[in-house]
T-cell receptor
Framework: KAGVTQTPRYLIKTRGQQVTLSCSPI?????VSWYQQTPGQGLQFLFE???????NKGNFPGRFSGRQFSNSRSEMNVSTLELGDSALYLC???????????????FGPGTRLLVL | SQQGEEDPQALSIQEGENATMNCSYK?????LQWYRQNSGRGLVHLIL?????REKHSGRLRVTLDTSKKSSSLLITASRAADTASYFC?????????FGAGTTVTVRA
């Protein structure tokens, strides 16, 4: 099976702009999670989607939003970009067959966003 | 906030030596996972240990879990240059992975 893919891989934006990142999970995986990784804050959970519904959300401002489509592909959007949004954004998918926590997450290569 | 904390923050070893890193966490868990990240790329899952397990092996990896102390350790035996990476423990309170700050391991040839 193909792995998790993320597009674009690199992105440069300026403050105030908005950005949309895309994630295609492994075929058959229904859960998609997003994480932000920065040198200062480390890896932080943004949100998780399952069957087009957001089931969980991290402590990020409303400028960060996401959605999931019927084919499980997911997008996240960051509006009114700030310098501090510069980060590696990672998407992960899991089959969520157990119906609960504890499944292995399969990560994509990430999108590196630089905000100038 | 981060649930897990790894120790040490950085580790430098000679090829062929063993590397041990520890993870402490705050709340009760269903399981604990270890991931590896090579140089700012995506994370790769290494091993998952459930709360009712005490030790688990996978190739050159050995993970222990002590729920009474809320801690876990990852041992990499006979290290190789390819093991140079950052290692993260992750727990899943509330169905979302919470990562520690990671241990950066450098394996010298």
């Amino acid at each position: 099976k193909a792995g998790v893919t993320q597009t674009p891989r690199y992105l440069i934006k300026t403050r105030g702009q908005q950005v949309t990142l895309s994630c295609s999970p492994i075929s058959g995986h229904r859960s998609v999670s997003w994480y932000q990784q920065t040198p200062g804050q480390g890896l932080q959970f943004l949100f998780e989607y399952f069957s087009e519904t957001q089931r969980n959300k991290g402590n990020f401002p409303g400028r960060f939003s996401g959605r999931q489509f019927s084919n499980s592909r997911s997008e996240m959007n960051v509006s009114t970009l700030e310098l501090g949004d510069s980060a590696l954004y990672l998407c992960a998918s899991s089959p969520w067959t157990s119906g609960g926590a504890g499944e292995t997450q399969y990560f994509g290569p990430g999108t590196r966003l630089l905000v100038l | 906030s981060q649930q897990g904390e790894e120790d040490p923050q950085a580790l430098s070893i000679q090829e062929g030596e063993n590397a041990t890193m520890n993870c402490s966490y705050k709340t009760s868990i269903n399981n604990l996972q270890w991931y590896r990240q090579n140089s700012g790329r995506g994370l790769v899952h290494l091993i998952l240990i459930r709360s009712n397990e005490r030790e688990k092996h996978s190739g050159r990896l050995r993970v222990t879990l002590d729920t009474s102390k809320k801690s876990s350790s990852l041992l990499i035996t006979a290290s190789r240059a390819a093991d140079t990476a950052s290692y993260f423990c992750a727990t899943d309170p509330d169905y979302k992975l919470s990562f520690g700050a990671g241990t950066t391991v450098t394996v010298r040839a």
